[in-house]
């Protein structure tokens, strides 16, 4: 079965069934020009509690002629608003497919709660702008089972994201797994309780990334990177508080007021394929970045800097690769905390 959308509008808008199984193709139109302003969805539900949405089939975007079109409203293929209870599954033991989204594949808005991601599959070139393939801005939220293969973060997660799981996610090709950009326009922001275990990124230009703008505020904390295998990543462990992609922004004179604090990266394993440093943290002047745990990291690649850590204190654990310099000594009860947990700091 396949189901073209030729009109240029929402396939499905509001949907009043508690299940919604996919087992052939949805098609979208593929003409920027036929597409209706002020439309940002293709499919959307919205305010449905209790919605299982399941299958095997594909969804197709037909973002081809969209990455070029710089001037067009580009739409998101897929997206939850306010759904409560939300399951979005494959089933027969195939995964259900999102690809070729002119702009994000998948968007999980604030006010959505209660949500799992299992066993879904996203896909788009690498050279594809801004097709981040889950975007969230909701909480507690599981993502577990999937793969995601496109032109930017795998898993974005935004202002709101709170009590999120993400486990066993194969990353590949993009810009990895990320926190912001957090901060744009002097916003005050917060994201927390993020949990990525068991995952693999892949070919990626980063791999696991926490970026904001130095001119916000708000906070970052309780974050956990840990069994992570990377193969030729770019820029494997970031922290950058001086986001700035077009390079033409205010950096505040290194004074932003956005606190990451408890964030830790352990028994993250692989090969990073640049010369830049494998361990990357730009933190504030007047808000540093505090209780950074870095345990067990084993990365291979050839640089002459290894690491770049500014503003950071924490604890430098042991089998560390390569050498990781200048996190600073955390606090006497940061540091009692972990000793009780048996972890070693080296920079103590």
Same mark, same amino acid.
């Given at each position: $079965? ?19 199984? &996919?087992?052939? #193709? ?6 920027? +020009?036929? /597409? ?5 969805? /293709? ?61 994000? %594949?998948? &968007? ?6 209660? &949500? ?37 973060? *795998? ?19 993009? %810009? ?7 901060? +744009?326009? #002097? ?10 275990? #068991? ?10 990334? @926490?970026?904001? /703008? ?12 840990? %069994?992570?295998? $990377? !193969? ?11 986001? *700035?992609? %077009?390079?033409? *922004? ?9 606190? @990451? ?11 990073? #394929? ?16 505090? !209780? @950074?745990?870095?345990?067990? &990291? ?12 500014? !503003? ?6 042991? +089998? ?29």
């Amino acid at each position: $079965m396949t189901i073209v959308d030729s009109r240029g509008a929402y396939l499905i808008l509001y949907i009043f069934v508690l299940l919604t199984q &996919v087992d052939g #193709n949805i098609i979208a139109q593929e003409d920027p +020009k036929s /597409w209706p302003s002020g439309i940002d969805s /293709w499919l959307v539900f919205n305010r449905v509690d209790g919605l299982t949405v399941q299958g095997g089939g594909f969804l197709d975007g037909k973002g081809e002629n969209w990455w070029s079109c710089k001037s067009c409203n580009r739409p998101v293929a897929l997206r939850f608003r306010t759904c409560k209870s939300l399951r979005l599954l494959g089933s027969g033991g195939s995964k259900l497919s999102v690809k070729n989204s002119p702009y994000f %594949h998948v &968007v999980i808005d604030q006010e959505c709660q209660n &949500v799992t991601v299992d066993s879904i599959s996203i896909v788009s070139p690498s050279t594809s702008p801004n097709t981040d393939g889950i975007h969230i801005a909701s909480k507690d939220i599981f993502i577990r089972n999937s793969n995601i293969s496109n032109g930017d973060d *795998c898993i974005s997660l935004a202002n709101g994201s709170e009590n999120i799981q993400i486990d066993n996610l194969d990353c590949r090709d993009g %810009h990895g797994i990320s926190i912001g950009s957090l901060g +744009k326009d #002097n916003s005050e922001e917060t994201v927390k309780n993020i949990s990525v275990t #068991n995952c693999y990124i892949t070919n990626s230009q980063n791999g696991v990334r @926490i970026k904001t /703008w130095a001119t916000g505020s708000g906070l970052v904390s309780n974050v956990k990177f840990d %069994h992570i295998d $990377m !193969n030729e990543v770019s820029n494997p462990i970031i922290i950058d508080q001086f986001y *700035c992609p %077009h390079n033409n *922004c205010n950096n505040n004179n290194g004074n932003s007021e956005l606190l @990451i604090s408890d964030v830790t990266y352990s028994n993250i394993k692989g090969t990073y #394929n640049t010369g830049t440093p494998a361990v990357y943290l730009n933190c504030s002047k007047k808000m540093p970045c505090v !209780n @950074i745990t870095i345990v067990d &990291v084993q990365l291979e690649g050839k640089t002459t800097v290894s690491s770049v850590c500014e !503003n950071a204190s924490g604890c430098l654990g042991e +089998k560390i690769q390569p050498q990781v310099t200048g996190l600073g000594k955390g606090s006497s009860q940061f540091l009692d905390y972990l000793s009780k947990k048996g972890v070693i700091c080296t920079n103590t």
